[in-house]
């Protein structure tokens, strides 16, 4: 199984914390992590996953392989700037978000719009035109994010139909 | 001055004129319209900028330069899918948001990390973690909408650190 | 129309009057000129055209609207650096490849593979494997190459088959 | 060290064969195999290196994971299309070129310009305007292939100027 952790360049103390823990629990639990394979939060759950034994593959956006932070095992270089953002939510069957900025509110939209589960620890909240969307999953600390994770994928992936509805979990 | 309009390939009819009207406003200015060149949202507002005498340019997702709505003038062809929702974002000086499900919503993303302005018209609302983010900048009606993007563009368009954050408006 | 020209950022002048010819009389046959939107023969082919009032569209690989040269009317920023290559031809009806380095062959490459008409001038040869092959379509000076881009177009775009081979002109 | 494979989707069985002996070899030295993860030549280099204990890598063009070969370890899901072939190119240190189409053509392209090593096993042969470039590294067989690949990187890969001149070898 293969699970995105999604989450900013920079961050705090406690979120590198949680994003280290939620690495190593799904490096426990077998999982190979994908993320966008540079700092803060990206480099946070690749030291858990690696510390646990797990495998990390990083999606990088420019040109350098050793952009990588020192934990990825498998540098992805695309070299297509932050349409990579695309490339990490395909690639991984569900995903983790972790606070983050704008490049992982992209991540989100583009993980609802294909119809793969999101799950949220202290993330973006959406709403529409008034309308509150609750297709983020919360989660309250790492290990339920990762139950949840690993629930998502199990029960089967959403589909997504062409208004970007997706059918999975009702939402 | 080009500015991209981002909605829905399904949207009401409401939400159409809206658009339409926006297209024209546009053109009128002078504006070239740039948008993902498919249906919906994107369909009415190139037609609006045709009946205006206006430049629209269809970024197609896909392969095939046929799926451009009739009212695209000049359809770029990209193949790689919903990444090329990054490439309206960055074509683009300004942005003008008109509903839209979450591949609008990740068009909003990109702007927002690059500090390319976001003029919504019932559009997302965001916040993280509890507190709002204001970065999306209200209009009213489609005139508003197309004063506040020209507004946005001409006193410069903004620039972003490595966190997110851009420097326009104080968002 | 949409008609994609090729070639290097640098080039000779001869290379650049030929490209500069190329896209005059491109213009003045009602073609649209695409191109990757930089210097060289691109530039060369976009002062070409908007000399003889065409529309010329640049597809830049980087993030900066301003990279573009003075002649592109419209300029399509990517952020994907030299995937752009495919969308340039992607874009483009029928491809004129003058000179050209390695960013020249890989959209050659590209177009072959789609079945998109490569006209050729003073480019790339191709052999595979001792044997040669002759999918690029040779033209003598800037007349002949729009001429044959013309006929090829209006004959109809190639199809392409699994395996690399294009059914246009018994390639 | 991570070494690409790139050859057609559809292929002989000899050189099947010699794909599935490369990436035994490279397996055997403790090289990862990428490769654009479909049949052809990158089921068989894949099948070659997991029958070693080799790690394998599919960089895929689609949408869906199941259409990686069944010897990919890891899939990468990109979307992107044939823009997924920059991709394999900038993840590879050295790049082992058998046979291959257009497609493959695309990729040492890339690789030439941006001086990633091209080792070459029955593959393209260039020349440009009637003089030949020797820039791919020719290779007798899967041994001297792997060997030349590893030379290559060890020794430094190559730096590329802007004219698409790299700087390895002399090429």
Redesign the interface.
């Known amino acids: 199984m293969?699970i995105g952790v999604i989450g900013?360049?920079?961050c705090s103390i406690e979120e590198a914390e949680l994003a280290e823990n939620v690495g190593r629990e799904l490096a426990r639990r077998g999982a190979?992590v994908v993320c966008g394979g540079l700092s803060g939060i990206m480099e946070a759950v690749c030291k858990g996953a690696l510390s646990a034994g797990g495998?990390t593959?990083g999606?990088l956006p420019g040109?350098d392989?050793n952009a990588a932070n020192p934990y990825v095992r498998?540098?992805?270089?695309?070299?297509?700037?932050?349409?990579r953002n695309?490339?990490v939510v395909?690639?991984a069957e569900a995903l983790i978000a972790i606070?983050?900025?704008?490049?992982t509110?992209?991540e989100?939209?583009?993980a609802?719009?294909?119809g793969t589960p999101v799950i949220g620890l202290?993330?973006?909240?959406?709403?529409?035109?008034?309308e509150s969307d609750n297709s983020i999953i919360l989660a309250f600390d790492a290990k339920d994010a990762v139950d949840k994770a690993f629930y998502a994928v199990e029960k089967g992936a959403g589909r997504v139909d062409?208004?970007?509805?997706d059918t999975v979990n009702n939402r």
């Open positions: 293969i900013g360049r920079v190979t495998m593959i999606i040109d392989r498998i540098p992805i270089v695309t070299g297509i700037g932050l349409a695309m490339v395909k690639s606070h983050g900025w704008y490049g509110l992209s989100i939209a583009y609802l719009h294909y202290n993330t973006w909240c959406l709403s529409r035109n008034g062409n208004y970007g509805h």
